[in-house]
T-cell receptor, first 115, second 114 residues
């Protein structure tokens, strides 16, 4: 497995502002992903964070709203921009370690509330 | 597209009862199958996985068998404990390839009382 940390663990934000969430892994990983878990719902993939290039977004998610960076093999950020109450969710990063594996390990999540 | 269907919750059991949480899937190809558990206020933890037909994943007394003929991956435990109270998610890895999304079911809440 991998030790994954996220910052902040939770935050309460005002509508119209932006929040950047950090995901740090204790060792190099191959793939990094960002998911959203809306209240009482399952997880939905936002994007795959690609090291050194633009993230790959899923249908319904756009770069202007959720810009993502991955400057190296152990760190990624997700920004939630111009927030509205509908963005209130838990945001989780996940990683895979090693090529040829599809097992993802998840961080503890960031609980975001937008007022 | 690929999808995962889990039984609706919540599931309420007494300690030491037998647990089954049903999970069926739709997929083209041969996905890997997973069960994740989310304890209150925490992130997701991998509980077990299976990568091909007839594989059995097991961990912490939980088991699930990859049944291709019935496209199912039901989670079972012979004797649940209060500490097993959590939300359980069934998931598949699209085409079983690294770098592809996990597709999750809606989750099943388990509540175990002493």
């Amino acid at each position: 497995s991998a030790v994954i940390s996220q910052k902040p663990s939770r935050d309460i934000c005002q509508r119209g502002t932006s929040l950047t969430i950090q995901c740090q892994v204790d060792s190099q990983v191959t793939m990094m992903f960002w998911y959203r878990q809306q209240p009482g719902q399952s997880l939905t993939l936002i994007a795959t964070a690609n090291q050194g290039s633009e993230a790959t977004y899923e249908s319904g998610f756009v770069i202007d709203k959720f810009p993502i960076s991955r400057p190296n093999l152990t760190f990624s950020t997700l920004t939630v921009s111009n927030m509205s109450p509908e963005d209130s969710s838990i945001y989780l990063c996940s990683v895979t370690r090693g090529w040829g594996t599809d097992t993802q390990y998840f961080g503890p999540g960031t609980r975001l509330t937008v007022l | 597209g690929d999808s995962v269907t889990q039984m609706e919750g919540p599931v309420t059991l007494s300690e030491e009862a037998f647990l089954t949480i049903n999970c069926t899937y739709t997929a083209t190809g041969y996905p890997s199958l997973f069960w994740y558990v989310q304890y209150p206020g925490e992130g997701l933890q991998l509980l077990l996985k299976a990568t091909k037909a007839d594989d059995k994943g097991s961990n912490k007394g939980f088991e699930a068998t990859y049944r291709k003929e019935t496209t199912s991956f039901h989670l079972e435990k012979g004797s649940v404990q209060v500490s097993d109270s959590a939300v359980y998610f069934c998931a598949l890895s699209d085409r079983g390839q690294a770098g592809t999304a996990l597709i999750f079911g809606k989750g099943t809440t388990l509540s175990v009382s002493s």
